[in-house]
């Protein structure tokens, strides 16, 4: 009966954790997928996380189904934190907010509606970007196109071809943004260039998707969500989605959200409950345990000043992680410039290693890039920085 079926090719990131995971050498490094590590290389429990748990879990409190949409407190919550809670979508009651299943799901449930609901709309994403974007809406029935992000010779943004593509673009185009630390490249825009960006949203009606799966480890919680809110406080109709995953360090719980910013409240209520109706035709309603503990840490004052300081320590490590990869490879490969380490923001750093000097590294020294040279720079520590460095100046050099 299922013969016919072929066998996966694979993901091109979560099938590298497999391989990774299976090889027995000692000095293995995972710098593939974007998981943030301490300096010991453990994915850590952050201790407001667990204090929130350790409550909840001691209230033994039944589990009955949630609403489609979710919790309502986290759904508000989960509101507030990207957008604030004084943003005048937020207090018009225009911004339909749901809970997902992680910032994957947030973009399924919105492909899902675009299908539906923009029949004619293609969506536009950027060269590169995180590979599952256009398989997310390519499974949902949508065309996907991409415009120009990225120049890997100079290392540098093509903003102006960016910026030509999108004008060009007919109306009611979902145009998929990362509204800080771009993954892969790790190249965010300027303030003053998503001003332009967003002139040119509003002048041909253009509907953005910005994914925010990394608010919080770019400059700051607040700082990282400047794009956002210049969305809506310009009105413009968009998607925003949400993920709880690296900034509670809590990936597995698959805590996130999906926002859709509309004109009207009246609007939001149509847009939500068409959201519902797709959720119920996809898994009925999200799980409880991780939104809960979320949801606590964001209203508790005393657990939320404290998991702030994780998240500014979180980010710090990985800002010093790429000061000393930077400093250490410069002294190995003389003559090649590797200032973007720094430059970079996020979890992400593009290498500009090849494909062949991927496979490399993952089989000479069992260090693990994701095949386009993405690396993750939070899963650097000072005890295997040197090795990782050491492997990368022979790869790039032989
Ligand atoms: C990544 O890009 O590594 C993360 O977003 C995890 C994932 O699901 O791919």
Redesign the pocket.
């Known amino acids: 009966m299922f013969e016919h079926i072929p066998a996966y090719a694979g993901d091109p ?2 099938s590298l954790v497999e391989q990774f995971l299976r090889d027995e050498r000692a000095t293995k490094v995972n710098l ?3 998981l943030f590590y301490d300096d010991d290389g453990n994915i850590p429990l952050l201790e407001p996380v667990q204090e929130a748990e350790d409550r909840l879990v001691a209230q033994h409190r039944a589990r009955s189904y949630l609403p489609m949409d979710g919790d309502a407190e986290f759904r508000e919550a989960a509101r507030a934190y990207v957008f604030g809670d004084k943003h005048e979508a937020v207090t018009s009651h225009r911004i339909a907010s749901v809970q997902a299943i992680g ?2 799901g947030a973009l399924k449930l919105a492909a899902d509606l675009v299908h539906r609901y923009f029949p004619q709309s293609e969506v536009w994403i950027s060269q590169p970007t ?3 974007h256009r398989a997310i809406f390519e499974a949902a029935g949508v065309k996907v196109n991409e415009y120009p992000y990225y120049d890997r010779e100079n290392n540098r943004i093509r903003f102006d071809e960016l910026l030509a593509c999108i004008q060009t673009l007919p109306a009611r185009s979902v145009v998929l943004m990362h509204p800080c630390c771009h ?2 490249t790790g190249m965010d825009l300027s303030h003053e260039q998503w001003q332009q960006l967003i002139t040119v949203f509003k002048q041909n009606n253009l509907i953005a998707y910005l994914d925010m ?1 990394y608010q919080g480890f770019g400059q700051g919680i607040e700082e990282d969500a400047w794009t956002v809110r210049a969305f809506a406080a310009a009105g413009l109709s968009c998607f925003v989605g949400s993920s709880f995953s690296k900034s509670f360090s809590w990936y597995g719980e698959r805590a996130g959200a999906l926002h859709v910013v509309c004109a009207s409240a009246k609007e939001a209520d149509c847009v939500l409950g068409q959201l519902k109706a797709i959720v119920r035709q996809i898994y009925s309603s999200p799980p409880v345990h991780g939104a809960a503990v979320v949801n606590m840490v964001l209203r508790d004052p005393i657990l939320r000043t404290r998991w702030e300081q994780d998240v500014n320590h979180m980010r710090a490590r990985i800002q010093e992680m790429r000061q000393v990869l930077q400093k250490i490879i410069s002294a190995k490969v003389p003559g090649r410039n590797f200032d973007y380490f720094t430059q970079q923001q996020g979890m992400f750093s593009y290498t500009g290693l090849s494909a062949e000097q991927v496979d490399r590294l993952r089989e000479e020294f069992a260090v693990y890039l994701v095949r386009s040279g993405r690396m ?1 720079v939070a899963g650097l520590n000072h005890h295997n920085v040197e090795y990782v460095a050491q492997s990368m100046a022979q790869v790039l050099q032989e």
Do not use: E, F, K
């Open positions: 990131i979560l593939s997928i974007g910032g994957s995180w590979d599952n993954n892969p799966a993750c």
